[in-house]
């Protein structure tokens, strides 16, 4: 007596879920507990390594086969059933459309999850246990033509999505663009955020890529898609931020080394500290509201408060030979403050 385990992951024009692989691997579970020899085979794209493909099996070496989970119907099972015509043929964890249906009634036992008449049951799909793998969110472009000759955005997106095809994780497609008439995308900076913050680790081309994930505290893997280094590699430095990745550096053996240390809890300690940090852009704000205290003919604009601030630090930087005079966005909270 052996067993054959097939489903709509194993046939060749079928489409493969994941309830449909947790019912196969639930079914498996209950033969090997029972004893009972068996095989589980898959389709040429489903097909593990070392796996069994459905097209390689030998229909002479079972005595019973088992279809599970999806519809008990098409054209698909009816081939099963000729291909397989001496084996005892069970249906098991199936929907039932309609029970005179030649290829459902070609089944010896129907064991539905859900048939016309009868209560539906709980998914098969429901009874393996979940094996968590990371969640990777994934900033990919072809664009920024602003960089010339320079660009490499063709190869590295190309190498990046070689190798995370290979990777066992969770990977999420994401976008930094906005657009509240497109539901596939965040309409706000809030709702990109709050996707950044549910993730292990985040790999990016792209620059605020970097930048939301290390102020939401999630390590990242920068890949600077320029050759030379362009903004991906300057922001990396702004935030002395160690994994990245150069446009001439893209090789898999690089980039599972700097994956693995992103999702170790020395990267996610890392990427706190980050988050951690004074807020960011201080000192280009303060260049810019200097800026806008100049009137148009050059002259600084007069505010009491802010003069007062400048004398007091520089008396008192004078005495201790530094430069204590605050800057215009310091100076006018403290003026707040004293109000």
Same mark, same amino acid.
């Given at each position: 007596?052996?067993?054959?385990?097939?489903? %709509?992951?194993?046939?060749?024009?079928?489409?493969?879920?994941?309830?449909?692989?947790?019912?196969?691997?639930?079914?498996?579970?209950?033969?090997?507990?029972?004893?009972?020899?068996?095989?589980?085979?898959?389709?040429?794209?489903?097909?593990?390594?070392?796996?069994?493909?459905?097209?390689?099996?030998?229909?002479?070496?079972?005595?019973?086969?088992?279809?599970?989970?999806?519809?008990?119907?098409?054209?698909?099972?009816?081939?099963?059933?000729?291909?397989?015509?001496?084996?005892?043929?069970?249906?098991?964890?199936?929907?039932? +459309?309609?029970?005179?249906?030649?290829?459902?009634?070609?089944?010896?036992?129907?064991?539905?999850?859900?048939?016309?008449?009868?209560?539906?049951?709980?998914?098969?799909?429901?009874?393996?246990?979940?094996?968590?793998?990371?969640?990777?969110?994934?900033?990919?472009?072809?664009?920024?033509?602003?960089?010339?000759?320079?660009?490499?955005?063709?190869?590295?997106?190309?190498?990046?999505?070689? %190798?995370?095809?290979?990777?066992?994780?969770?990977?999420?497609?994401?976008?930094?663009?906005?657009?509240?008439?497109?539901?596939?995308?965040?309409?706000?900076?809030?709702?990109?955020?709050?996707?950044?913050?549910?993730?292990?680790?985040?790999?990016?081309?792209?620059?605020?890529?970097?930048?939301?994930?290390?102020?939401?505290?999630?390590?990242?893997?920068?890949?600077?898609?320029?050759?030379?280094?362009?903004?991906?590699?300057?922001?990396?430095?702004?935030?002395? %931020?160690?994994?990245?990745?150069?446009?001439?550096?893209?090789?898999?053996?690089?980039?599972?080394?700097?994956?693995?240390?992103?999702?170790?809890?020395?990267?996610?300690?890392?990427?706190?500290?980050?988050?951690?940090?004074?807020?960011?852009?201080?000192?280009?704000?303060?260049?810019?509201?200097?800026?806008? +205290?100049?009137?148009?003919?050059?002259?600084?604009?007069?505010?009491?408060?802010?003069?007062?601030?400048?004398?007091?630090?520089?008396?008192?930087?004078?005495? +201790?030979?530094?430069?204590?005079?605050?800057?215009?966005?310091?100076?006018?909270?403290?003026?707040?403050?004293?109000?």
């Amino acid at each position: 007596m052996r067993t054959l385990v097939v489903g %709509w992951s194993s046939v060749l024009h079928g489409e493969a879920t994941a309830g449909d692989v947790l019912a196969m691997d639930a079914v498996a579970d209950a033969l090997s507990t029972a004893g009972i020899p068996h095989d589980v085979a898959w389709s040429a794209v489903m097909c593990p390594p070392g796996g069994l493909r459905l097209d390689a099996a030998d229909p002479a070496r079972y005595t019973h086969l088992l279809f599970v989970c999806g519809p008990a119907t098409g054209r698909s099972i009816a081939e099963l059933h000729e291909r397989f015509a001496h084996c005892r043929r069970i249906a098991v964890g199936v929907s039932v +459309l309609d029970p005179e249906d030649p290829v459902t009634a070609g089944f010896h036992r129907v064991i539905a999850r859900d048939r016309p008449g009868a209560p539906g049951r709980r998914d098969l799909a429901a009874r393996a246990v979940p094996q968590l793998v990371p969640v990777l969110g994934v900033y990919l472009t072809s664009g920024q033509h602003e960089y010339g000759a320079r660009r490499r955005h063709d190869t590295v997106r190309s190498g990046l999505e070689e %190798w995370l095809g290979g990777l066992d994780a969770a990977r999420l497609p994401l976008d930094t663009r906005l657009d509240p008439r497109d539901w596939r995308l965040p309409a706000t900076a809030a709702q990109a955020g709050s996707v950044i913050a549910r993730l292990d680790t985040v790999v990016t081309m792209r620059m605020h890529g970097l930048v939301l994930a290390l102020r939401a505290g999630v390590p990242v893997l920068a890949v600077d898609p320029v050759a030379g280094g362009g903004k991906v590699t300057a922001q990396a430095r702004a935030w002395d %931020w160690p994994a990245v990745v150069g446009a001439d550096e893209l090789d898999g053996g690089r980039l599972d080394e700097q994956l693995r240390w992103c999702l170790s809890p020395d990267g996610r300690s890392a990427a706190g500290a980050r988050a951690a940090k004074a807020p960011s852009g201080f000192e280009q704000l303060d260049e810019l509201v200097r800026e806008l +205290l100049v009137d148009p003919a050059g002259a600084p604009v007069h505010d009491p408060d802010r003069a007062f601030d400048r004398e007091l630090a520089g008396r008192l930087g004078g005495d +201790l030979g530094i430069d204590l005079a605050p800057g215009p966005l310091e100076a006018a909270e403290a003026g707040r403050n004293r109000r």
